[in-house]
């Protein structure tokens, strides 16, 4: 079955996010919405850390040692950056003011409960970091993450059994095979890689998909 590689789903995200918003990208996949965004358009990527402005990845001579996202890479400013205190970025999120974020996961419930933390090895840092700030502050939250784990099992169940993130948060699900909603008993199949069919999927998830339409 083929996949989206992770740069066609990052510009798949991005082409979905309305001009002019502010978006807040977590770490990993969705860093590389930023890398993405159609032309002519224009988005204000919001980080954690306190910049309000980022641009794509630095490459190259862009790399400044002291421009870093929240993910610790080296990214670009783009024209009227900002900065600010660790806190005020915080306050930004839990005021509402974030518009999108973008955030990856371990399962997505089907009723839009999230869960892309967990605490399974001794050298893992076991916290949830900013990611419950995101999941309940962003108007819209959209994740970025592969349909399935490395042993096969879908992502999309009908209850986590992961820890959980936050409850009913997740808008809309964009994975290697297609892109879905949350319905409350299933999921809403939105649009499907174009070699993919929804039996096919259907036959490796545990809870109902439904055509769009």
């Known amino acids: ?54 641009g794509p990845a630095a490459v190259g001579d862009q790399v400044d040692e002291d421009l870093i996202n ?5 990214v670009t400013e783009s024209v009227g950056c900002s900065y600010f205190h660790h806190g005020d970025s915080f306050s930004m999120i839990r005021g509402g003011h974030i518009e999108y974020c973008v955030i990856g996961a371990y399962q997505v419930g089907a009723r839009g409960d999230l869960a892309n933390w967990r605490t399974t090895s001794a050298d893992v840092i076991p916290g949830v970091g900013g990611a419950m700030d995101l999941a309940v502050g962003a108007r819209n939250v959209y994740v970025s993450m592969d349909l399935f784990t490395k042993t096969g099992e879908c992502k999309l169940v009908a209850d986590c059994s992961y820890p959980l993130t936050a409850r009913r948060c997740v808008d809309r699900v964009y994975t290697d095979h297609g892109v879905f909603e949350p319905n409350g008993t299933g999921f809403t199949v939105i649009e499907l890689n174009g070699a993919a069919t929804l039996d096919e999927i259907q036959a490796r998830c545990v809870v109902p998909l439904v055509s769009a339409g």
Do not use: C, Q
């Open 70 to 74: 929240a993910g610790k890479l080296y």
């Open 1 to 54: 079955m083929s996949r989206w590689t992770r740069d066609e789903l990052a510009a798949r995200i991005a082409l979905d996010i309305p001009d002019g918003a502010y978006v807040n990208l977590g770490i990993g996949m969705p860093t590389m919405v930023a890398d993405h965004v159609p032309e002519g358009r224009e988005l204000v990527f919001h980080t954690e850390n306190g910049m309000l402005g980022m």
